[in-house]
């Protein structure tokens, strides 16, 4: 994103400073209202030689209370009488080849988390029965074309002179290249159309009746039909759900991801005809979905008729990731001012501000802190012409926005435009409004009446001015970056004081001293465009508390909720290009349930879930820096004590902690750490959460997530790979934004620092 007008020496520097500090991921650290440290194991030894190792103790209880209240009950799911076999053959997947296993060349990694073989010993795959691998015309005709799986020989595929595993586990003198001319040439030559890449040295591809022969020519080592239960994700009607209801209903809410040129409007006349409703129909870059409700005995009639499926999983739900926090600030210690004469902000001093630096005497040149007068909103114009340093803009998509903030409100009277209480309109925020862009809604982003995507929802409202908090998450995460409540030409100049009973650093920050503290947010220049994807519950389960439902609901496609963002789909909602006032930094601080729950195996590493379609937009859309909450179900449930997948001798799917959209390869995904205990020794915010989820991100790839040391991805440019829709990033060994074990904000400040 480029800066233009006229800016000082330093702000010539802010992107060089910029990159160095995603080089270096510099950290956020959290203030929580009680002391944390890290998770390590306290013996007597200690608690005699070291009275402090008393309080390491009570944190290790207290955090274990703490993740005990936060889980969520999830609901189980009947047995799947409804799918043609018994045992789940050919819905659950056929197992995984051992850990040592995954680097040979003759490694077949199904989609859609079918499971892994080699294909020198193909037994556990041919043992499924031949009925579920075969599809059929919708009377019975012969299909014009099949879908296979083929994998080529190792010479085909390598280059002499650089060391690969072999089929025996060893290794042989080549290295792998991405699909060249060469293979791709070799494939047309069959007369076979490539899909995508599958782990090793395979391809889905589509294969004409005329050219089904040639799968047995000698470049081949291994094939097998990608047939109708390979497209169906283990997942569906087995995951547990929150929603009760639905967890026991015998229609199911599903999303399919089409093959190229596939026939849409066939398949979703074959939806209608068994009794089927289709509910959306979105295109991610030059990939198709099709959000559909169907009876579960039904769906493999479906897939059966419906070669042109790649994949089928049910509609996510989601929990938001983040919690509240007392305050957010830029370093790993918090550095007492009496010291260093003032709060250090290194990111805001490197220019990370997200510009909105106005034009002296133009229409955006607003004195913000004069009192105001109800029912006249101040005039103001963000039109770019008035700014030196135009503002950048940010997407959020979450449960509300709460608009008579300090950090939002148009002016100290006027939380919005017009005159009066915020309407539930569109016209209450724009281009005239001091920081909310635009503040639209899931289900209906041009806020016409009409419905754009019936798989989201939104209602313009949100909780807040309870005692914890309420559930004011989409306000926390959009304050945390981007909130102007005091400072600047465009702040309010509204300062607070914190008073409460808890008193972190008693010598200084005690309620005495905690007086009028600015509460800007990272990037306090730039312009919010919110999105609103939830339902605000108004009387049960009980008003304004958490939705046993789904916290918030992103649709069935949810690299959607970014298009709207991003092409302002809000002023046109057939738009597909990136909008000059669209969002070019987004967050999702929501993932399906993986969060504190007593199951390590749910809701996570499935690329298929959703994190596909985001990566397909990010690459289609190169400007878009997406950020992504990680997942928090890294620790042991019942102890509290950190799992690492890194160091698991039976590491396996099992062992997979990434929640499912963080999955993503082309965005930035974001762990956690402790905060600081100014009382240690060094900054325990250098010590990863226990609970933080660790990597790999799937078992697949084996590819970079927060690990034993968190790391985060940064998408760049590269070589073509055999995944030419979604390029893996370029990844550098860093430190995440800081979470507390209390009230959390994890991803907001990491997000912001790209601005």
Same mark, same amino acid.
């Given at each position: ?36 440290a ?25 955090e274990?209370r703490?993740l ?30 051992a850990?040592?296993?995954?680097r ?91 899909v995508?890449?599958v ?11 005329a050219?089904?022969?040639r ?25 547990p ?137 101040l ?8 700014f %030196?340093v &135009?503002?950048?803009? =940010?997407?959020?998509? #979450?449960?509300? @926005? !709460?608009?008579? /903030? ?15 209480a ?36 939104g ?32 702040g ?17 920050f ?11 947010? %990272?990037? &306090?220049?730039?312009r =919010?465009?919110?999105? #609103?994807?939830? @339902? !605000?519950?108004? /009387? ?55 969060n ?42 019942a ?46 915010g ?24 968190p790391r ?10 055999a ?14 934004s ?18």
């Amino acid at each position: 994103m480029r800066r233009t007008g006229h800016v000082s020496p330093n702000r010539h520097a802010h992107w060089a400073r910029m990159a160095l500090i995603f080089l270096l991921a510099l950290p956020l650290t959290l203030l929580a209202r009680a002391e944390r440290a890290p998770l390590q194991r306290v013996t007597e030894t200690d608690l005699a030689q070291d009275p402090t190792a008393q309080d390491v103790q009570s944190v290790r209880e207290n955090e274990l209370r703490f993740l005990a209240k936060t889980q969520r009950q999830l609901h189980p799911r009947p047995e799947p009488t409804w799918w043609p076999h018994q045992d789940r053959a050919g819905l659950s997947g056929i197992g995984h080849v051992a850990s040592d296993e995954l680097r040979r060349s003759d490694l077949i990694v199904m989609p859609n988390n079918k499971g892994s073989f080699l294909s020198g010993h193909p037994a556990r795959r041919e043992a499924l029965p031949p009925e579920l691998l075969r599809h059929a015309g919708r009377r019975g005709e012969p299909l014009d074309f099949e879908y296979h799986i083929v994998q080529l020989r190792d010479d085909l595929v390598t280059e002499p002179g650089a060391s690969t595993p072999s089929r025996a586990g060893g290794t042989s003198q080549a290295s792998h290249r991405p699909v060249g001319d060469r293979v791709r040439s070799l494939l047309d030559s069959k007369g076979f159309e490539v899909v995508e890449y599958v782990p090793r040295d395979a391809f889905l591809v589509k294969v004409p009746a005329a050219s089904v022969d040639r799968l047995r020519d000698a470049e081949f080592q291994f094939s097998t039909p990608y047939g109708p239960a390979d497209r169906v994700d283990p997942s569906v009607g087995t995951r547990p759900m929150l929603n009760p209801e639905r967890a026991v209903a015998d229609e199911f809410e599903l999303v399919a991801r089409m093959m190229p040129g596939a026939d849409i409007a066939g398949f979703e006349q074959r939806i209608v005809e068994l009794g089927g409703t289709v509910k959306l129909r979105e295109t991610v870059w030059n990939r198709q979905y099709v959000a559909f409700t169907l009876r579960n005995t039904r769906l493999f009639d479906l897939m059966r008729a419906s070669p042109e499926v790649y994949s089928v999983h049910e509609t996510p739900e989601y929990e938001m990731l983040n919690l509240t926090t007392s305050a957010t600030v830029e370093v790993g210690r918090f550095l007492d001012p009496r010291e260093f004469g003032d709060f250090v902000i290194p990111f805001r001093q490197a220019g990370i501000d997200g510009g909105g630096i106005v034009t002296p005497l133009s229409s955006a040149d607003v004195n913000f802190n004069v009192p105001g007068s109800a029912g006249t909103p101040l005039a103001y114009n963000s039109a770019h012409a008035n700014f %030196q340093v &135009p503002p950048q803009y =940010i997407g959020i998509a #979450d449960n509300g @926005l !709460t608009l008579d /903030s300090p950090s939002f409100s148009h002016d100290r009277k006027n939380p919005c435009l017009g005159s009066g209480a915020c309407a539930a309109s569109l016209a209450a925020t724009g281009i005239a409004h001091r920081k909310v862009e635009v503040y639209t809604r899931g289900q209906d982003v041009d806020n016409d009446g009409s419905v754009n995507d019936a798989t989201s929802t939104g209602d313009f409202t949100t909780c807040d001015a309870i005692a914890v908090g309420g559930q004011t998450h989409g306000t926390l995460m959009a304050s945390a970056a981007a909130g102007n409540p005091a400072g600047g030409r465009l702040g309010l100049g509204v300062l607070k004081d914190d008073i409460d009973s808890l008193d972190l650093f008693v010598s200084f920050f005690n309620d005495s001293n905690e007086k009028n503290l600015p509460l800007d947010g %990272q990037a &306090p220049g730039a312009r =919010i465009i919110f999105q #609103d994807i939830a @339902l !605000t519950p108004a /009387s049960a389960p009980p008003a304004c508390a958490v939705n046993f439902l789904s916290d918030v609901d992103a649709g069935a496609v949810p690299a959607a909720r970014l298009a709207d963002m991003a092409f302002r789909r809000d002023l046109d909602p057939n738009a597909t290009a990136l909008h000059a006032r669209g969002a070019k930094v987004t967050l999702f601080p929501f993932g399906n349930p993986a969060n504190f729950d007593d199951d390590l195996t749910n809701g996570q590493g499935n690329y298929s879930g959703g994190a596909e379609g985001v990566d397909a937009f990010l690459f289609a859309n190169r400007r878009i820096l997406h950020v992504q909450a990680v997942g928090n179900d890294g620790a042991n449930p019942a102890t509290g004590a950190p799992v690492d997948p890194q160091n698991d001798p039976n590491f396996g799917p099992q062992s997979i902690q990434i929640t499912d959209l963080a999955t993503l390869k082309n965005g930035i995904t974001v762990g956690s750490t402790v905060v600081d205990n100014p009382r240690a020794s060094t900054d325990p915010g250098e010590s990863m959460a226990a609970f933080s989820s660790k990597g790999p991100a799937t078992l697949a790839s084996l590819r970079v997530a927060p690990w034993s040391w968190p790391r985060v991805s940064i998408p760049m440019a590269g070589p073509a790979a055999a995944r030419e829709a979604s390029p893996t990033p370029t990844t550098f060994r860093s430190r995440p934004s800081y979470r507390s074990t209390t009230r959390t904000m994890r991803t907001p400040a990491t997000k912001w620092r790209a601005l």
